[in-house]
T-cell receptor
Framework: EAQVTQNPRYLITVTGKKLTVTCSQN?????MSWYRQDPGLGLRQIYY???????DKGDVPEGYKVSRKEKRNFPLILESPSPNQTSLYFC???????????FGPGTRLLVL | GQNIDQPTEMTATEGAIVQINCTYQ??????LFWYQQHAGEAPTFLSY????GLEEKGRFSSFLSRSKGYSYLLLKELQMKDSASYLC????????????FGDGTTLTVKP
């Protein structure tokens, strides 16, 4: 089954404790993105990747890092999480430039 | 930059027709997407418009006017399961990796 998976689905952590949210897709897509979704603010793009070893900032990259060492994986790293990073995070992939995005199930993060 | 506007909330009755509008102001245009998102779930693709006109897909249709920076999503024969948020999104014409989403329109379908 074609899908985008994220882990963990739910995470509670404390300020400053490094964490990684994994994202994997099995559709051989070149394009992958991370978004955060907050009430009243919609989906905002954090980082995106056009291919292996090619990443760039979206609209809200501060406090986040990403890597793209393999085509299928695009982890999101929070080196020192803060409470304002409490949010719902979605990973997405697409097979063509500007094409339809397929979203993972989401990761709900609470930073205390 | 990109700016997208949608109404925050709409309510409609089961069996009726509802139109959700989206206006955008962008530095270029490379296509407009509509996604559906049920509460607590991931967005899923509904439609894509890159040329002016109406695209029909079953009960759902999407319209685009590039000269007016305007799109709408038309939902016919509303069902209770259509209660969801509907997100309008545009891709950056100069950078295929960048996307901008509207804040979404929460549609409530009542019996």
């Amino acid at each position: 089954e074609a899908q985008v998976t994220q882990n963990p689905r739910y995470l509670i952590t404390v300020t400053g404790k490094k964490l990684t949210v994994t994202c994997s897709q099995n559709m051989n897509h070149e394009y992958m993105s991370w978004y955060r979704q907050d009430p009243g603010l919609g989906l905002r793009q954090i980082y995106y990747s056009m291919n292996v070893e090619v990443t760039d900032k979206g609209d809200v990259p501060e406090g986040y890092k990403v890597s793209r060492k393999e085509k299928r994986n695009f982890p999101l790293i929070l080196e020192s999480p803060s409470p304002n990073q409490t949010s719902l995070y979605f990973c997405a992939s697409s097979g063509t430039p500007g094409g339809t995005q397929y979203f993972g199930p989401g990761t709900r993060l609470l930073v205390l | 930059g990109q700016n997208i506007d949608q109404p925050t909330e709409m309510t409609a009755t089961e069996g009726a027709i509802v139109q959700i509008n989206c206006t955008y102001q962008t530095s270029g245009f490379n296509g407009l997407f509509w996604y559906q998102q049920h509460a607590g779930e991931a967005p899923t693709f509904l439609s894509y418009n890159v040329l002016d006109g109406l695209e029909e897909k079953g009960r759902f249709s999407s319209f685009l006017s590039r000269s007016k920076g305007y799109s709408y999503l038309l939902l016919k024969e509303l069902q209770m399961k259509d209660s969801a948020s509907y997100l309008c999104a545009v891709r950056d014409p100069t950078n295929a990796g960048k996307s901008t989403f509207g804040d979404g329109t929460t549609l409530t379908v009542k019996p």
